[in-house]
């Protein structure tokens, strides 16, 4: 058998950004360390090539949400450097974390009892200080399955740390409050938007995501936080149109002019979805618009601007996130973890 032929897609991760952005947002923590988190798939750019470089630029705490997240990671650092975030749902992800050693994120008194059941052990403690998403409320604090659990970590998470929300200030008030009366090891609040809010809100860890990948939660943030993510498609057709010659689902494009036009494999399962149908790829310097919508698995795009191009030459996909949030009306985490499985990493 002959190997099966490269994708028409490919993404370039900037392995030097990813680095300089962790050490960035470490620097920015203060005397607090940055972690990493690298859940769904280190948000769409591949957690087996992410989680290496973190790594190796230094980061020693590691954040999954599921528990079929853990292997991945695993290949690549030591099992007490890896956090499960969605914790013990079941008393087998608690005979699992015990059986690896990796820890996990106590979200409830029922998680914290299945964890002590199961045998215990270190593990870190989520606190509901506002989000009202996963974490012991404030009122179960004092409950007797908590105060028996060997914590290594106190953490909650910022709901609003990308806008500037009175709600910021309330959860580390609440946060301070918490760590007063429950004791762990380290203490963690911050994601990489609450990183940007000051040396109030970083304690001893700071969880950052987005920001690591090229997202941009807070102005702060620009400026410093390197694109990482470069998707790269194959023009795989070229086509003459001639005028009134109309393109892609819908014929919602019309030529009114000879004209060449490039075929590339982009489509909806590649995360380019029609909210982002207005834009441009580009050759170079040059700016290629797409006509008409995204059909599926392919765009169209206007090659006047680069005559030169031909089948099976690549063309840039703009990747700036904020710039593409705005004009889409996607987070720039749907646009990171939408990234598909075709794209060559
Ligand atoms: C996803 C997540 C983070 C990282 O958040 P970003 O906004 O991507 O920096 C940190 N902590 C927890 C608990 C998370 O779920």
């Given at each position: 058998m002959p190997d099966l032929p490269p994708p028409s897609l490919r993404l370039r991760l900037d392995e030097e950004a990813l680095a300089a952005n962790w050490r960035a947002l470490d620097t920015m923590s203060g005397t607090a360390s940055a972690g990493a988190a690298v859940k769904a798939d280190a948000y769409g750019l591949g957690a087996d090539k992410v989680t290496p470089v973190l790594s190796d630029a230094g980061a020693r705490d590691f954040f999954v949400a599921h528990w079929s997240e853990v292997p991945q990671v695993l290949h690549h650092v030591p099992p007490a450097q890896v956090s499960v975030l969605h914790g013990p749902v079941r008393g087998e992800d608690a005979i699992y974390a015990r059986a690896v050693g990796v820890r996990p994120v106590i979200n409830s008194i029922e998680q914290a009892k299945r964890w002590l059941e199961t045998g215990g052990g270190p593990c870190h403690l989520m606190v509901d200080t506002g989000i009202n998403r996963l974490g012991v409320s404030l009122a179960d604090i004092g409950d007797p399955m908590i105060a028996a659990l060997e914590i290594d970590l106190l953490m909650s998470h910022l709901a609003s740390a990308d806008e500037d929300s009175a709600l910021n200030a309330r959860q580390l008030e609440r946060f301070r409050t918490v760590g007063g009366s429950v004791s762990a090891l380290r203490y963690s609040l911050a994601n990489s938007a609450g990183i940007a809010l000051g040396s109030d809100y970083a304690?001893?860890?700071?969880?950052?995501?987005?920001?690591?990948?090229?997202?941009?939660?807070?102005?702060?943030?620009?400026?410093?936080?390197?694109?990482?993510?470069?998707?790269?498609?194959?023009?795989?057709?070229?086509?003459k149109l001639a005028p009134g010659d109309s393109v892609g689902y819908n014929a919602a494009f019309t030529a009114h002019e000879e004209m060449r036009a490039g075929v590339v494999s982009l489509g909806y399962a590649d995360g380019f979805l029609r909210c982002r149908g207005s834009g441009?790829?580009?050759?170079?310097?040059?700016?290629?618009?797409?006509?008409?919508?995204?059909?599926?698995d392919m765009v169209v795009v206007d090659l006047r601007?680069?005559?030169?191009?031909?089948e099976g030459d690549w063309l840039d996909v703009p990747f700036d996130l904020p710039a593409m949030a705005e004009a889409s009306g996607l987070s720039q985490y749907e646009l990171l973890t939408t990234l598909g499985r075709r794209f060559r990493r």
């Open positions: 304690f001893d860890l700071t969880r950052p995501g987005i920001a690591l990948y090229g997202g941009i939660p807070r102005g702060e943030l620009a400026g410093t936080i390197r694109q990482v993510a470069h998707p790269q498609v194959a023009v795989i057709q070229v086509r441009v790829l580009r050759c170079g310097e040059a700016r290629l618009p797409l006509l008409g919508k995204v059909s599926m601007a680069a005559p030169a191009i031909r």
